[in-house]
């Protein structure tokens, strides 16, 4: 089985205000990038992704107009993918939804929300609070405890593939907002620190899941982009861990630890080059800058099926690097890279 994920950069102008394809030639969202042109790129990395499953993070937004779910399905079939059907969890109130989709004749997927209903109460036994729900945690250590929700509610799925294996898989967007309204440097570092300890929180809320499904054995995977990673910005020698050692598990025994290869950081030489899932470009320097945002991490039980994991990255791939169509179009494409994930299930 392969599972994917892949941040497609404003899939939302893709499609007209009744959710119909734009495949024309006024421009994109991306940069010099028609919308024919990424459209077909996005075609061309599907395709050659073949994957079982995709989390599709920014998917096309849903509201009143438009709606995910058949968006993302009329360009799967546009493109003839076999990741067909398409699942979303809870809506939110930007324009990147988060969304899978999935091989139908391969597995099941259906959200399974866990933790009590805000409105309900039902599931009330869970402990940790429903991702569309508001965390309690005392954020500035001021003996206080403060309110913390998601913008991008994690979407919580249960799998279960054509074999009859069950599998629980958490997709994730999880983001610390630039410090907007900042009017001076002081006041720029006071905000972003105060993001940042959200972030954080929405992290330990999403790693206290993780802990609910290890005691039931459940077989986790947990995907997606963290905007994070051991390494990433001073702000991790600040607080001393990133969001995503929190979400692994840092620190705790190996059986109760998520793992990817790409979230450990390298050892040996500072010179080393580090794998990275997207590419930007900055325009005061007028160069780009890669980083490692992207992961796919599974619970200890998933080891044992021989997983392999892939940054589909077109310079540091050979395969894609080897292969201009394909190299092209993840340009074209995105401004990241997609991560599968292939396990003998």
């Known amino acids: 089985m392969r599972l994917a994920t892949y941040n497609v950069e404003w899939f939302a102008g893709l499609f007209d205000r009744r959710g119909h394809l734009l495949e024309d030639d006024e421009w994109s969202a991306r940069y010099n ?32 107009r438009r709606h995910t779910v058949p968006m993302l399905e009329r360009f799967a079939r546009h493109y003839g993918l076999r990741t ?18 999935y091989d139908p004749d391969r597995l099941s997927a259906r959200h399974d929300p866990l933790g009590p209903d805000p409105l309900t109460g039902a599931g009330a036994g869970e402990s940790v609070p429903r991702f569309d729900g508001t965390f309690r945690i005392d954020l500035d250590i001021d003996a206080r405890l403060d309110s913390v929700q998601f913008s991008k ?32 440097e002081d006041a720029a570092v006071r905000i972003a620190i105060e993001n940042r300890r959200k972030q954080l929180a929405q992290c330990i809320w999403l790693r206290g ?3 609910a499904h290890l005691d039931r054995g459940d077989s986790l995977i947990v995907l997606g982009d963290f905007n994070d990673g051991p390494g990433l910005d001073e702000y991790e020698k600040l607080f001393g861990r990133s969001g995503l050692e929190i979400v692994i598990g840092e620190g705790v025994p190996p059986e109760r630890r998520l793992f990817d290869p790409h979230a450990v950081p390298l050892a040996g030489t500072p010179l ?8 930007f470009y900055r325009g005061e320097q007028a160069h780009y800058f890669s980083a490692l945002l992207d992961f796919i991490l599974i619970s200890p039980d998933l080891m044992a099926h021989r997983p392999r994991w892939r ?21 074209q494409a995105s401004d990241h890279f997609p991560v599968t994930l292939d396990l003998e299930i």
């Open 84 to 101: 067909r059907r398409a699942v979303i969890g809870f809506v939110n109130h930007t324009q990147q939804e988060i969304a899978l989709l």
């Open 272 to 279: 080393q080059a580090a794998p990275s899932t997207a590419r």
């Open 311 to 331: 940054i589909w990255h077109p310079f540091d791939d050979p395969a894609c690097h080897a292969t201009p169509e394909l190299r092209d179009a993840l340009l």
């Open 153 to 184: 509610p994690p979407l919580e799925l249960a799998l279960r593939t054509a074999a009859g294996t069950a599998l629980r898989l958490i997709g994730v967007h999880v983001k610390s907002k630039a410090p907007h309204g900042a009017t001076s």
């Open 209 to 211: 899941r993780v802990d």
């Open 33 to 64: 990038v028609t919308r024919a042109e990424q459209l077909t790129a996005l075609g061309i990395v599907f395709t050659a992704l073949d994957a079982d499953a995709v989390l599709v993070v920014e998917a096309p937004e849903h509201n009143r």
